[in-house]
């Protein structure tokens, strides 16, 4: 399996079984990370983090405080498609790393991101 990461028009194939995405909160400015795992199915949500809580962002039941982070599994099915929205508000966008390093995306307001799978095509959905 690959991941296709449709910004600014383009689209970009990395091929990768599983990312980390992270971002901070553009108001509460508290830092959240996620395991994806890519598959046939979607994208599928392995692990949670999130580095403190605020306002609407209280860790789920079950999480576990570990090293300042909360740690979760949460319950949702494979997603077709990610969309990251780039606000601009936060400083920074979204950091997506895979085992051969880490990106930058939507740093900048603009059009969102997609993250979807793509099976040997490269071509924008």
Not at 15 to 26: G, K
């Amino acid at each position: 399996m690959s991941l296709c990461i449709l910004a600014a028009g383009k689209t970009v194939t990395l091929a990768v079984a599983a990312f980390t995405l992270s971002w901070t909160h553009s108001v509460e400015r508290i830092r959240w990370q996620e395991d994806w795992k890519v598959s046939p199915a979607g994208l599928q949500l392995v692990q949670a983090r999130v580095k403190g809580s605020g306002a609407g962002m209280e860790p789920p039941e079950g999480a576990v405080l570990r090293d300042g982070w909360w740690i979760y599994v949460p319950r949702i099915g494979p997603q077709p498609r990610l969309v990251l929205a780039a606000s601009g508000a936060t400083g920074k966008g979204w950091t997506l790393c895979t085992a051969s390093g880490c990106r930058e995306l939507g740093e900048t307001a603009g059009e969102p991101t997609v993250l979807e799978p793509c099976a040997g095509s490269s071509q924008p959905r």
